[in-house]
């Protein structure tokens, strides 16, 4: 009776992953990888390129919550046009970048997003 229990719930679980490992694959990449910017705008290159850790943000917000025409994400890396002003204008990254409810834009922060 013990080791039915098991089985079930082993089965029910897979039956909870399984479609969700689906609907990311027909988002086609792997959503939960570190997107690493290629820098577009001219800028102190002793800054390294950005990086944006999917899987962190995942963990607080839908999906619809950053990739919708307001805050300007594609599902696309490289398609936005962010710099350094636009973010402390309060665009793109700066939506939420700017001490609440994540950390803003100051020199002790800036390793947190240009790092290798
Ligand atoms: C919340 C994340 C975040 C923080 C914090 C942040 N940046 Fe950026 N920054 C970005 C992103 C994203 C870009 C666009 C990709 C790139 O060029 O690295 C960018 C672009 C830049 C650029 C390219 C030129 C420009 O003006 O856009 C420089 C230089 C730069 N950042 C320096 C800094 C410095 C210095 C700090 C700290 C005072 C800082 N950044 C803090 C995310 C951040
Ligand atoms: C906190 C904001 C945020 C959330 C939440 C978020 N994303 Fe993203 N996503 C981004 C950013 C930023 C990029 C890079 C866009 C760019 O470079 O122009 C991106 C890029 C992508 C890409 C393109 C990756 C590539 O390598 O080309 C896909 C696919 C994607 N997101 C899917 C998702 C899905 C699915 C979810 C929900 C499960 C999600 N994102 C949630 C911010 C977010
Ligand atoms: C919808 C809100 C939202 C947007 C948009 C957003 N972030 Fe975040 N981000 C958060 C929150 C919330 C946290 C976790 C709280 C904190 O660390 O202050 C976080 C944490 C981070 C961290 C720290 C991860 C760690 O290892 O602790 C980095 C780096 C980061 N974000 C970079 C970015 C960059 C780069 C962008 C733009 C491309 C971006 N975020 C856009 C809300 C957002």
Known sequence: MKRTGYLLG???LLAVLAPA???LDIVGIDVVGDI??????KGDDSV???VFPHWVHLVNFK???CHNKT???QMKAGSADITMDAIENGKYCGVCHK???AFGVSFETCDRCHRK
Do not use: D, N
């Open 48 to 50: 390294p390129p950005a």
């Open 63 to 65: 999906c619809f919550v």
């Open 36 to 41: 690493h910017f290629v820098r577009k705008v």
């Open 21 to 23: 490992a689906v609907a």
């Open 10 to 12: 082993v089965g029910l």
């Open 99 to 101: 001490g609440e409810p």
């Open 71 to 73: 805050v300007g994400f």
